[in-house]
């Protein structure tokens, strides 16, 4: 009974958490994951679009709550998801025709191009901040709790209690159904496989006649669909605020170089990698002793790292990669 | 006038030219290969050819067209295919999505296509769904030229397609090549195995420093001593 | 375009640079006659600060094409060194658990080197298993060691102290120790992110940044964290006002300029902590001029305009990278701790990416890649601009939404002037890496 609890315990406070973090994690290293093989830079502009795309939806959820318009027992948010997506990925194409389709004209370096996302960075960040401003929103509506501590107590008669949040569940569903639609359209549609014959050799995909234009604003499209169902999903599950996002950037990036840059696959299981070792570090492990080894009762937390230090594990995993495996997990593209 | 035609080519890459004066032509069907010494603008001639060199003289006609100001890309859709030296296949995808993309430009079925080259090398079909960069050499620059003929080019050019291979490998290479071209499809070919390569060439063109040096058949370049002597060791 | 540009360096080349310092200068002037002399003299103290922190990163992306993404973290460490140097001691703290925090170190310090060495000199599995056991016993050991030290020393005095408090030395030699602080930091990014992809280096600086100051703001045994240090010492010679104020001959002075005595005294600080700013600037332009010139210099250019030739004739580019990094991140280092002594307060909370990351690499990239002038000039220009940029935007957001009926809408626009700063920014990074590449002052 004890060591059962102690799993509930695991559970409820590490994998369903960690869980859908290392989803959010995964789409969005996903999008910067793309842009490096098509475009072949690291884009520094990733997090302020998943405000901004965050930002959108926001805006027209509370349009839509307004109305009166909801989605039942599901968020209105998941409603306004498919407006916010088209938004920002109409945003990212000006972006491109404007700011990146001269770099790639000129054939400039991959490290100016990531100069270039600074800036673009900057102006993101400003209109989310004109759009939605900088202080921390809630917008999670429809039901909280598909389990809650009291009807896990009765379904199971166990001490230990579990809560499963809406949000949680959202979050898993989505980026699966994000991931085998993105997955499918790279592996099956021409497009999508002209995508991936640009990333692999773009002088080969150029002689074959693939448009490299037509890549490079598909590319686009997708990343600012991904920001912005990476953006909300976070927002969902925990808040908004704009510079959380641009926070999120260090662990979006470790993800998707743990994984291997490039490799769509290194960046689904980067996500994970990252969301585990960060929630199992920064969890405090008291209760679970306690429950594993009787009669004692640690004086700590048996916390290994305060949550303030968060970050500092994306890092420590990142420069483990780098020193050991700079291509990653999976093997990614080296530049 | 000659399948393909490429007469007085003269440019570079940069203010100096590489190329000077110098004319290839392949008629339909036939193996025209170019060898000679290091450095003598063999696949700078062949890129001019495809159109990835600006040319300040000469012209480029296929099938009696002027193709000289078309882009590479223009000219694959007139009718050429070309496999480059190296990085000619697209590593992470199956052998079969290279052939795939190599008829990215055709819109109508391309199936039977796919299978002329499963018979071609049948070595692909059975590696069709396995990854181009996980195979070995000789067969991904049979997976090359597999993409380039998806297109169902007229005229295939082939920049040194045995260069790293076995010998064993290359003989293979070659006698596909043979077979390419008894479909009716002109090949040109830039060599640095020159006896073998000469020993299956209709023609047989020898630059040196941008220039033709001798222009022959294959055979009649392989019995001249001066060319022996300078460019095959003897 | 090109011939214009040639044309110009031809006729204003030797003119460029000191006109724009000219209207520079004439911006500061302007600001000192309408907003005051503390607000002009504020403004460009801060603006030769950035402007160090413009040379550390234009040595970085100007002489190397180093994309360091975590200056603030070398600026918040440089600023830790005026705390550790120059505060005085916290009275016992030392005693109680400075050698348990030391020890502590030790411990972490022996089983990184223990893990290491047994990385180097095992094969198989137990190498895996002998590396993850030591780096395991060498934690709670660490933690066991450092957990009641930290306790009894944030223990003491907790309103004022609960630190370990500073050597008490004069704070100019903490300047250079924050120079140490960054160039150590740096050493160990840049030993393991340089030599691969160039935007490795990028990541791993945006997550040392991050690391730093989440230290900053946690460890109060070191500054207090979020508590902040306050009366950091200033550096000699720079006198306290009210010292001024007390002082009769001071008075007398400024009442006999005709100057009101507390206003002489603010901007006599001010003009003192200019002075000092200016000799570091000169000091250090001396300094980055003559490596430059230097064989030295001159490899580290071949090295930056084509990597590939100069590592094919033998040149170990990675080293002399990390040289530079290292050295660039020196610079910042001492750009922080001089900061933090002119603000006389450590508030961890305070850094921000944007504005000690990513505005400096704005700073270099306006004043022009690879020119010291240039990081200058961009430096002070371009927090200019950041700070009346603040002040102006209201006023422009005011004049856009005068249109407007008054309701939420109005009110959302004028709220959300505070944020202009930032679309302008990135419109002046954008506009001139498109259409000016090379900067106001280009390098030669």
């Given at each position: 009974m004890e060591f059962l609890n102690a799993l509930v315990a695991i559970t409820?406070?590490?994998?369903?958490?960690?869980?859908?973090?290392?989803?959010?994690?995964?789409?969005?290293?996903?999008?910067?994951?793309?842009?490096?093989?098509?475009?072949?830079?690291?884009?520094?502009?990733?997090?302020?679009?998943?405000?901004?795309?965050?930002?959108?939806?926001?805006?027209?959820?509370?349009?839509?709550?307004?109305?009166?318009?909801?989605?039942?027992?599901l968020p209105t948010a998941l409603l306004a998801l498919p407006f916010g997506i088209v938004v920002t990925s109409a945003l990212m194409l000006g972006t491109d025709k404007v700011v990146y389709q001269y770099y790639r004209k000129v054939k400039a370096a991959p490290v100016v191009m990531v100069m270039v996302s600074v800036g673009v960075m900057f102006i993101m960040n400003a209109l989310t901040r004109f759009l939605i401003g900088v202080d921390q929103i809630n917008f999670a509506d429809g039901a909280r709790f598909v389990i809650n501590a009291r009807q896990w107590r009765e379904m199971t008669g166990m001490s230990e209690p579990l809560t499963l949040r809406s949000t949680q569940v959202i979050t898993v569903v989505t980026a699966i159904l994000v991931v085998w639609a993105l997955f499918w359209f790279l592996g099956r549609t021409r497009t999508g496989k002209s995508m991936r014959a640009f990333s692999d050799n773009e002088d080969l995909a150029l002689l074959s006649g693939i448009d490299p234009n037509r890549v490079v604003a598909v590319t686009w499209i997708i990343t600012g669909a991904l920001a912005t169902i990476a953006g909300t999903l976070y927002g969902l599950d925990k808040s908004f605020k704009a510079f959380t996002y641009f926070q999120l950037l260090l662990p979006i990036f470790a993800s998707a170089i743990v994984g291997g840059i490039g490799n769509p696959v290194g960046a689904i299981a980067g996500g994970f990698v990252i969301s585990f070792s960060e929630v199992g570090l920064t969890y405090a492990w008291k209760k679970v002793v306690t429950y594993l080894i009787p009669n004692w009762e640690p004086d700590g937390l048996v916390q290994l790292l305060s949550t303030d230090y968060k970050y500092a594990v994306s890092f420590t995993i990142l420069i483990l990669v780098l020193i050991f495996k700079p291509t990653g997990l999976f093997k990614g593209k080296i530049v | 006038m000659s399948y393909l035609s490429a007469a007085n080519m003269t440019g570079g890459y940069g203010k100096a030219d590489i190329l000077h004066d110098c004319t290839l032509t392949v008629e339909k069907g036939e193996i025209a290969v170019i060898v000679g010494p290091n450095g003598a603008g063999k696949s700078t001639a062949m890129k001019a050819v495809f159109g990835m060199l600006n040319l300040r003289e000469g012209r480029v006609t296929l099938d009696g067209s002027d193709i000289t100001a078309l882009s590479p890309q223009d000219r694959v859709k007139k009718g050429m295919g070309f496999v480059p030296q190296v990085n000619n296949v697209f590593p992470t995808m199956s052998v079969e999505e290279n052939l795939e993309m190599g008829a990215f430009i055709r819109n109508d079925d391309f199936k039977v296509t796919m299978e002329q080259v499963f018979t071609l090398f049948p070595i692909l079909k059975d590696k069709r769904r396995q990854n181009a960069g996980e195979l070995s050499g000789g067969q991904r620059q049979q997976v090359a030229v597999g993409r380039a003929l998806m297109t169902q080019p007229k005229l295939l050019m082939l920049d040194e397609p045995t260069a790293g291979v076995s010998p064993i490998v290359m003989d293979e290479l070659f006698d596909r090549i043979i077979e390419v071209a008894r479909t009716g499809i002109s090949i040109l070919m830039v060599e640095q195995n020159a006896r073998q390569a000469l020993e299956i060439a209709d023609k047989g063109y020898v630059l040196v420093q941008g220039e033709n040096k001798y222009t022959d058949t294959g055979k009649a370049l392989l019995a001249d001593p001066d060319v022996r002597r300078t460019f095959l060791g003897g | 375009m090109s011939t214009s540009r040639q044309a110009d360096s031809a006729a204003g080349g030797r003119l460029r640079a000191p006109l724009f310092f000219a209207l520079m200068a004439a911006l500061i002037v302007l600001e000192g006659m309408t907003s005051g002399w503390n607000s002009a003299l504020g403004i460009l103290n801060m603006g030769l600060l950035s402007a160090i922190m413009a040379l550390g990163v234009n040595m970085q992306w100007g002489y190397a094409g180093l994309f360091n993404a975590g200056a603030m973290g070398f600026v918040a460490l440089g600023g830790l060194a005026p705390v550790l140097i120059s505060m005085p001691p916290t009275q016992g703290a030392f005693k109680a658990g400075g050698f348990g925090i030391l020890a502590a170190f030790a411990v972490a310090a022996i089983a990184v080197l223990g893990a290491v060495w047994l990385y180097r000199n095992l094969r198989g599995k137990l190498r895996g298993l002998a590396v993850t056991g030591v780096l395991i016993v060498g934690f709670f050991a660490y933690r066991w060691l450092f957990d009641p030290a930290v306790e009894v020393i944030e223990a003491i005095n907790p309103s004022a102290a609960g630190n370990l408090g500073g050597l008490g030395l004069p704070t100019l030699v903490s300047w250079p120790v924050g120079a140490l602080l960054a160039a150590c930091a740096a050493w160990l990014v840049g030993k393991i992110a340089l030599g691969l992809r160039s935007d490795y280096l990028a990541i791993a600086t945006l997550g040392i940044a991050e690391i730093v100051v989440a230290v900053l703001k946690n460890e109060q045994w070191l500054d207090r964290g979020v508590l902040n240090v306050n009366g950091i010492p200033r550096p000699w010679p720079v006198p306290y006002e009210i010292d001024l104020q007390n002082s009769h001959a001071f008075v007398a002075k400024m009442q006999a300029w005709g100057i009101d005595p507390t206003l002489g005294?603010?901007?006599?600080?001010?003009?003192?902590?200019?002075?000092?700013?200016?000799?570091?600037?000169?000091?250090?332009?001396?300094?980055?001029?003559?490596?430059?010139?230097?064989?030295?210099?001159?490899?580290?250019?071949?090295?930056?305009?084509?990597?590939?030739?100069?590592?094919?004739?033998?040149?170990?580019?990675?080293?002399?990278?990390?040289?530079?990094?290292?050295?660039?991140?020196?610079?910042?280092?001492?750009?922080?701790?001089?900061?933090?002594?002119?603000?006389?307060?450590?508030?961890?909370?305070?850094?921000?990416?944007?504005?000690?990351?990513?505005?400096?690499?704005?700073?270099?990239?306006?004043?022009?890649?690879?020119?010291?002038?240039?990081?200058?000039?961009?430096?002070?220009?371009?927090?200019?601009v950041w700070v009346k940029a603040g002040d102006w935007g209201p006023d422009i957001m005011a004049l856009l939404a005068s249109p407007f009926p008054a309701g939420p809408f109005k009110e959302h626009m004028i709220d959300s002037a505070a944020h202009m700063r930032m679309l302008v920014m990135g419109i002046i990074l954008l506009g001139v890496l498109r259409f000016s590449p090379r900067g106001l002052l280009p390098e030669k």
């Open positions: 409820n406070y590490v994998i369903i958490p960690a869980t859908a973090y290392g989803a959010q994690l995964a789409l969005g290293a996903l999008g910067v994951t793309l842009v490096y093989s098509i475009l072949r830079f690291s884009n520094f502009a990733h997090g302020d679009t998943m405000a901004f795309g965050t930002g959108v939806v926001i805006l027209i959820t509370w349009g839509f709550q307004a109305m009166g318009i909801s989605f039942g027992p | - | 005294s603010t901007i006599t600080v001010k003009l003192a902590f200019l002075l000092l700013f200016v000799i570091v600037i000169f000091a250090l332009i001396w300094l980055t001029e003559m490596s430059l010139r230097s064989p030295w210099g001159r490899m580290m250019r071949a090295i930056r305009d084509n990597e590939v030739s100069a590592a094919a004739m033998g040149k170990n580019v990675t080293r002399r990278h990390l040289q530079i990094f290292v050295l660039g991140s020196a610079v910042i280092g001492l750009a922080g701790a001089m900061m933090i002594s002119l603000d006389g307060q450590m508030t961890p909370s305070s850094y921000n990416p944007l504005r000690y990351t990513f505005i400096v690499l704005v700073m270099v990239i306006v004043g022009g890649s690879g020119s010291n002038w240039g990081s200058i000039l961009g430096g002070v220009l371009i927090w200019y």
